[in-house]
C-alpha cells in the first residue's frame, strides 16, 4: 500500500510559486484609482548632446541641442510621449589634428514612460523608437543612423498645478548595430505646462 506523505517544504514551495501569478493578477485586474485626472503637458528644454561613436577624443563630441515634447497620461503612472529634437556639433579635429564635421542630428520620437506620480517630485523612465532625419553616425552607418531605440531617465519638479521643471538623460542604441550602445546621448533641463484632457 502506497502511503503519501506530507512534506511542508514541498507545500511551502508550490504555495510561493504561486504568488507571482497572484499579483500579476491582481495588478491588472485592479481598477484604476478614482482619483485619476487624464492629464497631459506640453514642455521644452535645452542641453547638450554627445556623438559617442564619432566623438574625436574620449571626452566625446558635444554640442547644443533643443527638444519639445508632448506627454500624456494613460494612467496613474503610465505615459505615451511624442517628442523632436536637433542638436549641432561644431567642426572640431581629432587627436591627429584631423577636421571633423560638422554634424547635425534632427530627431522625432514615440515612446512610453513610467512615472512615480506621487508626490511633488516625479522620477520617470521612458522606452521610445527615434527615428533621424539627419542621424548620429554609428558603425555601420557613418553617415548617420535612421532609427533608433532610445532610454530616458527623468525628474520632474511639480511647481505648480500647472507648471513643472525637470532635467533627464537619454541614451540611444542605433537599431543596425546595438553594440555601438550608446551611440548618440543628450542631458537638458526642461520647464512644461500641464493641461487637463477631460
Known amino acids: 500500500m502506497n502511503q503519501r506523505y506530507f ?3 514541498k507545500t511551502v514551495l508550490r504555495l510561493a510559486g504561486l504568488v507571482p501569478i497572484a499579483v500579476t493578477f491582481f495588478i491588472l485586474t485592479t481598477p484604476t484609482a478614482q482619483a485619476f485626472v ?12 554627445n556623438l559617442g561613436h564619432a566623438a574625436p577624443s574620449a571626452f566625446g563630441w558635444w554640442g547644443p541641442s533643443i527638444e519639445t515634447g508632448l506627454v ?3 494612467s496613474d503612472f503610465w505615459r505615451l ?5 536637433a542638436s549641432h556639433h561644431f567642426a572640431t579635429t581629432d587627436d591627429d589634428d584631423e577636421p571633423i564635421g560638422p554634424h547635425t542630428v534632427v530627431s522625432g520620437a514615440l515612446g512610453v514612460r513610467y512615472a512615480l506620480d ?5 522620477p520617470y523612465v521612458g522606452l521610445a523608437v527615434a ?11 557613418p ?4 532609427l533608433s531605440f532610445r532610454g530616458t531617465i527623468g525628474l520632474d519638479y511639480r ?12 541614451l540611444h542604441a542605433p537599431m543596425t548595430e546595438p553594440s555601438d550602445f550608446p551611440h548618440y546621448s543628450s542631458i537638458r533641463l526642461h520647464i512644461a505646462y500641464h493641461f487637463q484632457r477631460f
Open 7 to 9: 512534506h511542508p517544504l
Open 38 to 49: 487624464s492629464q497631459g503637458h506640453v514642455w521644452a528644454g535645452a542641453g547638450a548632446a
Open 72 to 74: 500624456v497620461d494613460v
Open 81 to 85: 510621449t511624442a517628442d523632436i529634437g
Open 118 to 122: 506621487i508626490a511633488i517630485y516625479v
Open 131 to 141: 527615428a533621424h532625419p539627419l542621424g548620429p553616425p554609428s558603425s555601420a552607418s
Open 143 to 146: 553617415n548617420g543612423e535612421f
Open 159 to 170: 511647481k505648480s498645478r500647472r507648471i513643472s521643471l525637470g532635467a533627464a538623460a537619454d
